[in-house]
Each structure stands twice: as C-alpha cells, then as structure tokens.
C-alpha cells in the first residue's frame, strides 16, 4: 500500500512496481523501477493476511523523492527606506524536495536568517516562500541582500542557489564622530584641536559646536576648532551635524590639566612650647598624589597638614611643601610627571636671652660715652632693652638698646643695669660698673726735694697714678 497526498492506492506489480520475493525465506519487498514524484513520494506500508483471515501491517516507510529546487526569485530587489523602518522582503523558490533551506546574507557576511519565516510549499508546483522581517539600521546602506536556496537533490556539497538584491538605499541621519579622543587630556597652555566627523545620508550640510558645563558657554559654526586652553577651558564640547534627515550629536570632554600650585602661609608666629601647625593647599588636575613637609632641617613629613608639638626656637626658619601630580596627556604613552615647591618661613617668638653691655672705653670727665646693649638670643620678636642708672631703684621705661651719657662726670661712675624684654618675657639682667677717669691736682713742695700728688675724686677712685719727667716715668 501506498499513501500519497492522504490518499491510499494499492501497489501491484506492474511495469511500475516489482514484488521482490526470492531474496530470502518470506521476503516481499517492493522495488520501484522508475521512480515518479507524483506517483511515489509518500508513505508506503506492507500488509499480509493469514489463512485465518488475520491482516499484518508493517511499520511505515516514507519515500523521498529528491526534487531540485528552482532558481529563487525576490518580491523586490530595490530597497529605499529610513532607518529604524520595518521592511519585509521575501524570497520564493518553486518545486525542490524536501522543501529547500532558504537563508538570507548581507554581502558583508552578515547572517539574518534567525530574522526570517518560511512557509512550506504544499506541492510541487507551489513556491516555499522565506519572509525576511527587520528594522533597518544605518549600517545596512549600500549593502546587498542575498537568499541562498539549497536541499538534499543538489548533493551535499554542491552551492546553494542565490539571489541578490540591489543595494540598499538606508536614509538617516548624522552619526557624529569627535575626536582625537571622547575624553582629551591636555595641559594647560598647549593648543587643543577638536575634530567633528559624521557619517550620514545624504551627507551632513551643517556642523557646529557647544560648550555645556565648566566656567562658561560657547558656541562655535565650524567643523573643527582649535582653543590654547585655560583651565576654565575644561568642560563638555558637544558637536552637532545635521542633514535633511534629522541631526546628531556626540561629546568630547575636555580635560585641562596642570601641575600643583601651591598655597601655604608666607609667615607662621608659634609661641615656644606650643604646637606648630602648618597647612598646605595643592590645586592641582589630576589631583596631587603626593603633598609633604621638608623642615629646616631635612626631615620630611609626608603629609599636607603638619603637626609639631611643643616647638622650640631652634625649629625656626624655612618650612617647604612640595607636591607632585601626574598628567594623562592624549598622545603620551606614559603620565608625565610634574611637581612644585613653596616655603614658609616659621617663627618662634621666646624671650630673649642674656644681656650684653659695650662700651667704648676709657671714659674721661668731659666726654660722651654710650653704652650699648645686646643679647645673647634676641628673642622674637626682637628684644628691647630696659636701662638702670646707679642709684636707681627700678628701669627706665623704654625700650632703647643704647644708653647716651654726653659731658661725663665722675658722679656718673657706677653700676649700670641693663635688661632685655620682649612680649614674651625678660631676659636675663646684667651691670657694667662704669669707671671715669679724672684729671689731677699737683700740689708742688719744694721742700726737702719732694714732689707729692694728690688726686681728689668724688663717687670714684683712682686705680693708678703715673709719675712723669721728661718722658721719665
């Protein structure tokens, strides 16, 4: 029995068909001479009867007849549309069993058959019919699309039949490029060059770009420009292209980058004994990676606030903060390195320390003398000087570091004190006896040869006299 089309027919032996019954015990199998596609392709199923009347049926064998698809054809090979559409194109080919595969390329390799339904022809003189659906993308311009019809009656190896469209004409609108670099790292100063590109169909009429973000806004109607930049420069650059199609944009963010500039006290005052705190302030892009103290003497701290606790004046002077950073320049294959330095100079205020006096000596009756006064440390702030005469109980109010006497006397011998001061406190006080030296009295007596000398001072005495006598003394 033979089942073609769901309809069954009787197989005899025939011209047709041969009943093969002498290649072994029991055997009846079917040979089809001249094998017809109308006639054959279905199932077929053997069936025997015993004397008793009850009937045996096979399993079912399906019978292929391997047909050659024809050529495939396109409902359309001219495709003009926009992007973002939802275009069909369908591709048929008539006869061919089993059904042929029908795959769809674009002529750039791209596979889309997953995008495609097929629909079976239901007999031979009926087309299988393969329904490419998609949303066309800008990319597709210009490409070609093909269907590929292959099925077993070719051989395994034999090329699948095709078809190609013509190319694809795909309107949109600009897809902006910006260059060098979406994110431009630039140092300050240097020239930047902002380059727009687009592609589009048609082609862009117009470009422009704009500034958004950062210190201020700008426009500019050119394709590319150039700034010498600044560091308010950084900010967003958005450029525009537009067509008949519609526009498009695209953002470079421009990124001004500079070293450290440092910001620290020209001047610190800190009390002795109390704690030292110095800041410092690195503007920097990038940020600075390293901030550190450099004291007087040499020690380094590597920290932007620096702490030192119960200073003394010998930690005065020149404090130095030194920052580094590294910029990531477009182009650079590595960072680049920058680094600054500023001081401060730091200042103990202490009390100054031991008194000193000078003075021009000898002092005769008559003459002017001063006495000067100095300190071992002078302290900070600066000391200044308290005096104290003989006979005084308590200093002078002052603050002068020299004490004037003019036409000396001897009643101006004696101790004088002088002490050093300043906001802090007092220095240590020290004297100076001043001496004056005064002129002689010569009481001449003839008397027994003798010649006496009597020297008469008041508040002071004299420390040797010196007899003389034609340069004889």
Known sequence: MRLVDNTPYLVQADSKYEIDRHSCDSCFNLRIKTVDYSRDNGKFYCQIAGPDGFASTSVVAEVVVL?????????????????????????????????????????????????????????KDKPTVSTLTWHVSADENGLRLGCKVW???????????????QRLLVRYPPKVTVGPDARYGIEVGQEAKLTCSARANPPP????????????????TEQNISLTVERDDSG???CKAENADGSGEATLDLDVQYGPELVVAD????????????????????????????????????TPTLHLPNVRRQQAGNYTCTASNELRLYGAGS?????ASKRTRVLV?????EARITVAEPVLVGSTVVLNCSASDPGYPAARFRWKAPGQRDYEYGARFSYPISDVQLTHAGDYWCQPFNDVGDGQASKYKLIVRGNCLFIFNYIF???KCAVFLQHSSAEFVNWSNNNFT
């Open 67 to 123: 047909v050659h698809p024809q050529k495939p054809t396109l409902t359309k090979d001219r495709v003009e549309t926009r992007e973002g559409q939802l275009e069909r194109l369908q591709c048929e080919s008539i006869g061919g069993n089993p059904p042929p595969e029908m795959r769809w390329f674009f002529d750039n390799g791209t596979e889309v058959t997953r995008l495609a339904t097929v629909h079976n022809a239901t007999s």
């Open 205 to 220: 009429t117009r470009y422009s770009w704009r500034r958004t973000g950062g210190a201020r806004d700008s426009t500019w």
């Open 335 to 339: 960072p680049t390195s920058r680094t």
């Open 449 to 451: 040869s003798s010649i």
């Open 151 to 165: 099925n077993l009656a070719m051989g395994k190896t034999a090329p699948a039949q095709e078809i190609w469209s």
């Open 349 to 353: 205020s202490h009390a100054p320390g």
């Open 267 to 302: 001047e610190v005052v800190v009390q002795q004994g109390e704690t030292l705190v110095l800041k410092c302030v690195a503007n920097a892009n990038p940020p600075a990676k390293s901030v550190l103290w450099t004291t007087p003497a040499g020690e380094t701290h590597p």
């Open 236 to 238: 967003s650059y958005v």
